[in-house]
C-alpha cells in the first residue's frame, strides 16, 4: 500500500467509536483529517479511489446511505465506514496504536451478532378482522375474472 491509503486506513481506525464499531465520517472530512494528521494534500477523487481500492482490498466495508427528503424522493448523505478483520490485522501489523483493542471488538462481534451497522427497525403490521375479510373478498373477487 502506498503512504496515502496508509494514512487513510489509520485515520478511518482513528475516526471510529469503539462502541459503535463504524464510522460516519464523510469524503471532505477525511481529506481534512489527512491534511491536519498526516501531512497528505489529496484530492476528492483520489480520496474516493483510496477508499474504493480499501474496499475492493477487503480491508474496509462501506455501506451507502438515503434519506428521504421533501424536495428529492431520496437523498445521499455520507457512507457508514467499518474495518473488517483484514484491515485490523494489517493495522495491528504496522503497529498502529488501538489496532489491538480493535481486533478484540471485532473478534468479539464475529462471535457474537455482528451488529456493527444500524438497522431500522421492522414493525409488524396488524390488520382488523373487517380488513382481513374486506381483503379476502377482493382476492376472490380478482380469482374470479381471471377464471
Known amino acids: 500500500m502506498n503512504a496515502s491509503k496508509h494514512a487513510t486506513m489509520i485515520t478511518i481506525s482513528k475516526c471510529m467509536k469503539l462502541e459503535r464499531g463504524y464510522t460516519k465520517v464523510s469524503v471532505n472530512k477525511l481529506i481534512e483529517l489527512l491534511k491536519t494528521w498526516h501531512n497528505r494534500n489529496i484530492n ?3 480520496c474516493f479511489q483510496i ?7 477487503g480491508f474496509i466495508r462501506r455501506r451507502n446511505r438515503y434519506k428521504k427528503t421533501a424536495q428529492y424522493p431520496y437523498g445521499q448523505q455520507s457512507s457508514l465506514f467499518s474495518i473488517t478483520l483484514k484491515g485490523a490485522y494489517y493495522l495491528l501489523q504496522n503497529c498502529v496504536v488501538g489496532a489491538r483493542e480493535l481486533l ?6 464475529m462471535k457474537g451478532n ?3 451497522f444500524p438497522t431500522p427497525e421492522l414493525k409488524a403490521e396488524t390488520f382488523t378482522n373487517q ?3 374486506d381483503n ?4 376472490k373477487a380478482l380469482i374470479e375474472t381471471l377464471a
Not at 51 to 57: F, I, M, Q, S
Not at 136 to 139: D, F, I, M, T, V
Open 44 to 46: 476528492r477523487r483520489w
Open 51 to 57: 477508499t474504493r481500492d480499501l474496499e475492493d482490498g
Open 104 to 109: 478484540a471488538q471485532i473478534k468479539s462481534l
Open 114 to 116: 455482528d451488529n456493527r
Open 131 to 133: 380488513e382481513i375479510f
Open 136 to 139: 379476502k373478498g377482493r382476492l
